[in-house]
């Protein structure tokens, strides 16, 4: 098969870390067959999907429905299994039947999973630290949030901006912080999703200095669009966390360019057009397709001289490449890696259009954008998936999972303390304490 790449670019395939596939459980919102379409018609050879279907993803029964389901994937997938309570006691045993990962919700959100108690999240990262394996933790304080909410509700707010207002910036900070602290005191890796605010830079930043594997995505909606934006597009700009004020986008750009951020995500939260578009601003689901846009709106932005087209490989493929245990196999384009790859036309112009979305919820507030930069083929260890713009439609079922080649590198061995050792080992703990009294 050939295609002719004359003044085209070829491109690693992107890698998402963030999408909602819906199946099971919505498949009037998104089906695997239709999502994985929309993402090899964005240039995307590699997605993670999150948990919070129906049922949600932290059975073993639950997990084995979503493999059946992704036998339909155009693309390779990754699956991240759901940490809370109710799986804190069997992650291993999701583990051993094919998650890749963790998704964690410390805050409230589509599907209305109750956010892990910080025991739970403590007890989870002390599993999986010493596994390697790196969990995904959308956080934003429930706390915070459920009582801004009230409080707006109460006052018969229903415009836009509530919304936003019930969802501050602080609620953020907070629960990313106290992720972090956990994790840096159990030596677990973590994962931010959805990175929106700029304040939070800062503990990021700090926390990365000091060793911590942490790694952050943000997605175009954070870098791209503001309140302004929400005055105009009402619900169906309406996601979580909310887009911000004006004053976030820059150091957002600025964090990628530093490291401090280190991928891009789409968050691919697909809800069907009735639901975002219902006049009362609490009633509209959050969340919005996004996997077959980003490429063509980050290219537009590389055309614009904001970034160069080597960190934009960074972001979508080398960064999560090697937080999800791919690197050298996924997210470059060299001997021995998989033939991932997009090759993109940096030259051709167009309007983004809610129309010709793959996506089963054909409703984007980026419908109407203009923009300059399309993959044009995709292909999917070796095989296209797109070519010539248009989606190879007998490649369903050709995507697989990654946790065949998955590997994490080794974790950092972390000194186990007094107190941990009291719990593992109470004897060596007694000495320890013993030898201390005599000193
Ligand atoms: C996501 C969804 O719809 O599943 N919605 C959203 O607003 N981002 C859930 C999530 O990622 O928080
Ligand atoms: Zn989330
Ligand atoms: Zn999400």
Redesign the pocket.
Known sequence: EEVNADGLYVLPGAIDS?V?FRDPGYPHKETWKSGSAAAACGGVTTVFD?P?TSPPTGTVEALQMKLKAAESSYVDFGIHALFGDDTVDHLEALLEAGATSFKA?VGN???NLPAPTDGCLLEGFEKLAPLGIRTTV?AENSSIMARRTSHLKDSGRTDPLAHLAARPAVAEIEAIGRVLTLAEWTGARVHI??HSAADSLYVLRDAKRRGVDVTVETCPQYMLLNTGDMLRLGGVLR??PPVREARHNQPLWDAMMEGVIDMIAT?H?P?APEEKTRPNIWEC???FPGVETQMPLMLTEINRGRATIMDYVRWSAEAPAKAWGLWGVKGIVAPGAHADIAIVDMDRRGVLSENRLRSISRISPWHGRTVQGYPLHTIVRGRFVMRDGELVENAAGWGKSVKGVQRMPEPKVRHADTFVKAITDPEAAAREAAAAAEE
């Open positions: 963030h909602h999150m919070n919700f959100t589509f599907g959308h999703a959805h996601v979580n968050d939260a809800h689901d959050c969340g």
